[in-house]
């Protein structure tokens, strides 16, 4: 079993930033995908960002070039540097582990707001 633990958001004025954190329990962070995903109210949940086992990122074209995900496998740890922030990235965001396409486990976000 895999718990995740995320921390780091909170309210922030427009232009700001944040960087996010999901901390994994157990064995499996290094051998899998991790993903930040975000909800707005109203709204579908949206992939924002994920990075493979091999590092390679990938972004929604809203976020891109201003948010940067990265990983720590030492420290079973994910982040989000979030930077530029804007009203629109008001959402809780999500941390997802990929374990090979066979398990997934969530995160229980953490809410960011953005806002003057």
């Known amino acids: 079993q895999v718990q995740l633990v995320e921390s780091g958001g909170g309210l922030v004025q427009p232009g700001g930033s944040l960087r996010l954190s999901c901390t994994a329990s157990g064995t499996i962070f290094s051998a899998s995908a991790m993903d930040w995903y975000r909800q707005a109210p109203g709204k579908e949940r949206e992939l924002v960002a994920r990075?493979?086992?091999?590092?390679?990122?990938r972004y929604v074209d809203s976020v891109r070039g201003r948010f940067t995900i990265s990983r720590d496998n030492a420290k079973k740890t994910v982040y989000l540097q979030m930077n530029s922030l804007n009203v629109e990235d008001t959402a809780v965001y999500y941390c997802?582990?990929?374990?090979?396409?066979?398990?997934?486990?969530w995160g229980q976000g953490t809410q960011v707001t953005v806002s003057s």
């Open positions: 997802r582990l990929d374990y090979i396409g066979l398990r997934e486990y």
């Open positions: 990075i493979t086992t091999g590092g390679i990122r």
